[in-house]
C-alpha cells in the first residue's frame, strides 16, 4: 500500500503538466478535462513499467488515483461550459 500512495505522489505532476499541455495546444470541453486527466494517468501508470517492478494493476490504480488528484475528484461531477483554448474572439467577449 505504501509503494501504491509513493507511485501516485510520483506520478501526479507529471500527470497534471501533461494534461496542461494538452489543454493549452487542443481546443476541448472543460467538462472532459477529468477524463482526460484521469486517462493520460492511466497512461502513464502504463508506461512506468521500467520505473518500478509493480503490477499492471497497481500502476493503473495509481494512475487513475493521480489524474484525479491532477484535476480534482469534485470537478468530475462539476459540469463547465465553454472550451479550454479560447480564441481571441471568444476571449473579448468574456
Given amino acids: 500500500m505504501q509503494e501504491l500512495l509513493l507511485f501516485v505522489t ?3 505532476p507529471f500527470v497534471v503538466g501533461s494534461v496542461e499541455v494538452i489543454k493549452r ?3 476541448l ?3 472532459y478535462v477529468p477524463l482526460l486527466s484521469v486517462g493520460t494517468g492511466l497512461l502513464l501508470g502504463s508506461l512506468a513499467y521500467p520505473l518500478t517492478d509493480m503490477d499492471l ?10 489524474g484525479l488528484s491532477g484535476t480534482g475528484l ?9 472550451f479550454t483554448k479560447s480564441s481571441k474572439e471568444d476571449r473579448e467577449k468574456e
Fill in 10 to 12: 510520483v506520478l501526479s
Fill in 25 to 27: 495546444t487542443i481546443p
Fill in 29 to 31: 470541453p472543460k467538462n
Fill in 57 to 66: 494493476v497497481l500502476r493503473l490504480w495509481a494512475g487513475a488515483g493521480a
Fill in 74 to 82: 469534485f470537478e468530475i461531477v462539476n459540469r463547465r461550459d465553454g
